[in-house]
Structure formats: structure tokens, C-alpha cells
């Protein structure tokens, strides 16, 4: 008499992404799930079926009160969900995490781990996960297909006395136009129709890496794009 030896299918943790804040974050969050779909890890954003091996990532803001004390509301949500066994990681990451981290480590001490605006490739190894840098453009949408944000720069080199973006989001840094171009190209070969342009000053575009302003240079290679047939911009 033969034997049959089942096989136990080890079931992985689902990451939940969670995304407070403006359309930035929404980008950041979806390079984050995108990062985490190619570790081979199962992914979902803002879902409510959660089990006790999860982890859940919540990208905060720290922008104007009642986006900091939104952020504060849900670190403690999902802070008390795994004191009670529901979740089994909570990790912290995005603009408040990254002006207030000391702060918060001391107040909410039950979160596994505090990240910055620019600590991705910390952030998924805390999850066992390798950054890569060739998913260019590679990124899990929110939005509905025919549309994406697009972020061609980040943070910015203006010192206002009423804004704190410097702070959390750090000194302008441009993409170039090649690699804009080689995400949009792929955003259209899925589908995408529509580019939201974001950055914190999108007129500020290539000063730090072509010694001028480049927005409309980058605009006429984008409308290059096929299959690209709108593009608005934000900010």
C-alpha cells in the first residue's frame, strides 16, 4: 500500500499597506507594494481582513494638526489590534514618522519599527525583503488604472517659515527624464492614459541635475509616450 505525504503549504504573512496623507504618499505607498510584490510577499492596501501573522505599514503624515493627530489615531488602532494578537507587526513610516521618530518611539513603544521618508530599503529588509533598484516605474496602483500619480521630484529647496516639507521630505531631488520616461512607457503599456505630475514645486524640475529648469522638456518626452494621452499638473 502506497503512502501520500501532504504536503503543508506554509501560508506567508499579508503586508497591509495603509496611506494617510496627499497624493505623494499615495505614490510612495504604491513603490512600496510594488517592492513587496516582487519579495514574493502577498500584499494589500487598506484591507480589512487581517490575521494575527500580518504586518501592517502605515505611510503617515505630519503636515497640519488634523493630518498629525489622524496618523497618531491609527499607529494606536493597529498598535492596540496587535497588543491584542489580531496583527503580528506594526511599522511606521512617512512624513510624520520621519520629523517626530523619537518622539513616537517614546510615546507608542509597541511599534515593531519607526522609518523615515527615505528609508525604503530599511524598511523592506525589516520585512525580509531586498530593495531593488531596477523595478523602475514597477509599482502596485491605488488609483484606477487609467490613471497614476506621478512624482518627478522630491522635497525642496525653498525655506519657508510656515512649511515644514523641507523637514520631513528633505533638500529637491529631480528624477531624471529618462527613467520618468521609462515609468511612464510602463504605466502605459498597463493600461495608464492619464499622468498626474507631483513634486513639492514641480517648476523647481532638473535645477539639480541640468543646471536649468526642465519641466517643459520633460513634458514634450512624456507626450512622446504612446498611450499616454493626458497629463495634468499638480502642485
Same mark, same amino acid.
Given at each position: 500500500?502506497?503512502?501520500?505525504?501532504?504536503?503543508?503549504?506554509?501560508?506567508?504573512?499579508? *503586508? +497591509?499597506v495603509i496611506t494617510l496623507g496627499c497624493s505623494k504618499n499615495v505614490y510612495d505607498s504604491e513603490v512600496?507594494?510594488?517592492q513587496l510584490k516582487a519579495g514574493q510577499l502577498n500584499v494589500a492596501h487598506e484591507s480589512d481582513e487581517l490575521g494575527a501573522e500580518d504586518i501592517v505599514v502605515i505611510n503617515t503624515c505630519?503636515? /497640519?494638526? +488634523? $493630518?498629525?493627530?489622524e496618523s497618531i489615531d491609527t499607529i494606536l488602532q493597529y498598535s492596540e489590534?496587535?497588543?491584542?494578537?489580531?496583527?503580528?507587526?506594526? /511599522? *511606521?513610516?512617512? &512624513?510624520?514618522s520621519e520629523r517626530y521618530k523619537p518622539e513616537l518611539a517614546a510615546e507608542i513603544t =509597541? !511599534?515593531? $519599527? #519607526?522609518f523615515g521618508t527615505n528609508d525604503l530599503p530599511e524598511l523592506l529588509a525589516s520585512i525580509g525583503v531586498n530593495y531593488k533598484h531596477e523595478l523602475i516605474g514597477e509599482r502596485l496602483l491605488t488609483t484606477p488604472s487609467h490613471f497614476a500619480y506621478f512624482k518627478i521630484a522630491e522635497g525642496c529647496n525653498r525655506? &519657508?517659515?510656515? &512649511? $515644514? /516639507?523641507?523637514?520631513?521630505?528633505?533638500? @529637491?531631488?529631480?528624477?531624471? /527624464?529618462d527613467?520618468? !520616461?521609462?515609468? $511612464?512607457? @510602463?504605466?502605459?503599456? +498597463?493600461?495608464?492614459?492619464?499622468l498626474i505630475l507631483i513634486a513639492q514645486d514641480l517648476t523647481y524640475y532638473g535645477?539639480?541635475? #541640468? =543646471?536649468e529648469r526642465k519641466l517643459a522638456d520633460l513634458l514634450r518626452n512624456l507626450s512622446d509616450v504612446n498611450g499616454i494621452e493626458w497629463i495634468r499638473l499638480q502642485y
Amino acid at each position: 500500500m502506497k503512502t501520500k505525504t501532504a504536503e503543508i503549504a506554509v501560508k506567508k504573512p499579508k *503586508v +497591509n499597506v495603509i496611506t494617510l496623507g496627499c497624493s505623494k504618499n499615495v505614490y510612495d505607498s504604491e513603490v512600496l507594494m510594488g517592492q513587496l510584490k516582487a519579495g514574493q510577499l502577498n500584499v494589500a492596501h487598506e484591507s480589512d481582513e487581517l490575521g494575527a501573522e500580518d504586518i501592517v505599514v502605515i505611510n503617515t503624515c505630519g503636515f /497640519i494638526d +488634523n $493630518a498629525k493627530q489622524e496618523s497618531i489615531d491609527t499607529i494606536l488602532q493597529y498598535s492596540e489590534l496587535k497588543d491584542q494578537g489580531k496583527i503580528g507587526k506594526v /511599522i *511606521v513610516t512617512g &512624513c510624520l514618522s520621519e520629523r517626530y521618530k523619537p518622539e513616537l518611539a517614546a510615546e507608542i513603544t =509597541n !511599534v515593531d $519599527a #519607526y522609518f523615515g521618508t527615505n528609508d525604503l530599503p530599511e524598511l523592506l529588509a525589516s520585512i525580509g525583503v531586498n530593495y531593488k533598484h531596477e523595478l523602475i516605474g514597477e509599482r502596485l496602483l491605488t488609483t484606477p488604472s487609467h490613471f497614476a500619480y506621478f512624482k518627478i521630484a522630491e522635497g525642496c529647496n525653498r525655506p &519657508c517659515s510656515f &512649511c $515644514a /516639507i523641507p523637514l520631513m521630505r528633505g533638500q @529637491h531631488v529631480s528624477k531624471s /527624464i529618462d527613467d520618468l !520616461v521609462k515609468e $511612464a512607457k @510602463h504605466l502605459a503599456k +498597463n493600461g495608464t492614459k492619464e499622468l498626474i505630475l507631483i513634486a513639492q514645486d514641480l517648476t523647481y524640475y532638473g535645477l539639480d541635475l #541640468y =543646471n536649468e529648469r526642465k519641466l517643459a522638456d520633460l513634458l514634450r518626452n512624456l507626450s512622446d509616450v504612446n498611450g499616454i494621452e493626458w497629463i495634468r499638473l499638480q502642485y
